[in-house]
């Protein structure tokens, strides 16, 4: 299995920052890292696909980047609408896996 | 736009077999490209896979939970369907059904069901 790291695992920033999160595969994923975001008590939304598309209806402060095994998310300007937690996840091997997520609290 | 919901039960005993529901609406489920998917999440802890399955019926099982899964699909109904067999405390979780996409990620999710596992 393809093992999937994140860091930090937790972050605090205010409202206006700049975050990035970064993710890394165990062995290459070639670009097929998805992005996710939840929210307690809800389920994960797609933010991101394929590394670096942004799905509909997501804000364009959301972007991603990155290839084979480092990739990262970046807020670019933090809303108080943002703290959840992120999850990358990769889709180039079966079974697909998840990262351990990162958590996003607004000071 | 296209909706999906879990149902089933939310209580399973021990060593008996979790049966999941998710009905798909706003879309079919034989459209091609998309594949169609049960995820899971205990209580405060990540995301795991179970597997997924195509309107064809072809399946894939995450091996950590192969032994157990059956994943199944009824196109006349617009569902598809999850079982899980031999269920200990430690398959207390959310279940998620979700569409994945060939390279477009899980873009649709249910909201999940919490099944808890115990006497």
């Known amino acids: 299995d393809i093992q999937m790291t994140q860091s930090p695992s937790s972050l605090s920033a205010s409202v206006g920052d700049r975050v990035t999160i970064t993710c890394r595969a165990s062995?290459?994923?070639?670009?097929?890292l998805n992005w996710y975001q939840q929210k307690p008590g809800k389920a994960p939304r797609l933010l991101i696909y394929g590394t670096s598309s942004l799905q509909s209806g997501v804000p364009s402060r959301f972007s991603g980047s990155g290839s084979g095994t480092d990739f990262t998310l970046t807020i670019s300007s933090l809303q108080p609408e943002d703290s959840a937690t992120y999850y990358c996840?990769?889709?180039?091997?079966?079974?697909?896996?998840f990262g351990p997520g990162t958590k996003v609290e607004i000071k | 736009q296209l909706q999906m919901q879990e149902s089933g039960s939310g209580l399973v005993k021990p060593s008996q077999t979790l049966s999941l529901t998710c009905a798909v609406s706003g879309g079919s489920i034989s459209t091609d490209g998309y594949s169609w998917s049960w995820i899971r999440q205990p209580p405060g802890k990540g995301l795991e896979w179970i597997g997924y399955?195509?309107?064809?019926?072809?399946?894939y099982y995450n091996p950590s939970l192969k032994s157990r899964v059956t994943i199944s699909v009824d196109r006349s109904k617009n569902q598809f369907s999850l079982k899980l067999s031999s269920v200990t405390a430690a398959d207390t979780a959310v279940y998620y059904c979700a569409r994945n996409g060939d390279y477009t990620g899980l873009d649709y999710w249910g909201r999940g069901t919490l099944v808890t596992v115990s006497s």
């Open positions: 996840q990769q889709s180039h091997s079966t079974p697909f896996t």
């Open positions: 062995q290459t994923i070639i670009n097929y």
């Open positions: 399955i195509f309107h064809s019926g072809s399946t």
